[in-house]
């Protein structure tokens, strides 16, 4: 089946770094797009940042500027770099993949940036 294991989260002071990964368990031709979401406590999962299997990038206005979104096809695994990282960003963060067959969604991994 397929799997998304993500990696990269914990606690970091704002203005601080953080890279999360995610690995993809397919095959790296299966794969139209891949992303980032977040969701935050009260609030509904929203986009982050998606890249393409061309690269073509795109990025909520909320964290365009600080996160870069990137991806290794030889080890499978995307990235979302976070600099300048605010107490806004604090949320859960959600690797997306939209495959030929679907959409799957790894297992979350936890960021909180205290102020």
């Known amino acids: 089946q397929v799997q998304l294991v993500e990696s990269g989260g914990g606690l970091v002071q704002a203005g601080g770094s953080l890279r999360l990964s995610c690995a993809h368990s397919?095959?790296?031709?299966?794969?139209?797009?891949m992303g980032w979401y977040r969701q935050a406590p009260g609030k509904q999962r929203e986009l982050v940042a998606i890249i393409t299997g061309g690269g073509t990038t795109n990025y909520a206005d909320s964290v365009k500027g600080r996160f870069t979104i990137s991806r290794d096809n030889v080890k499978n695994t995307v990235y979302l770099q976070m600099n300048s990282l605010k107490p806004e960003d604090t949320a859960v963060y959600y690797c997306?993949?939209?495959?030929?067959?679907?959409?799957?969604w790894g297992q979350g991994t936890q960021v909180t940036v205290s102020s």
């Open positions: 997306n993949v939209r495959r030929f067959d679907g959409l799957y």
């Open positions: 397919g095959s790296i031709f299966s794969i139209n797009a």
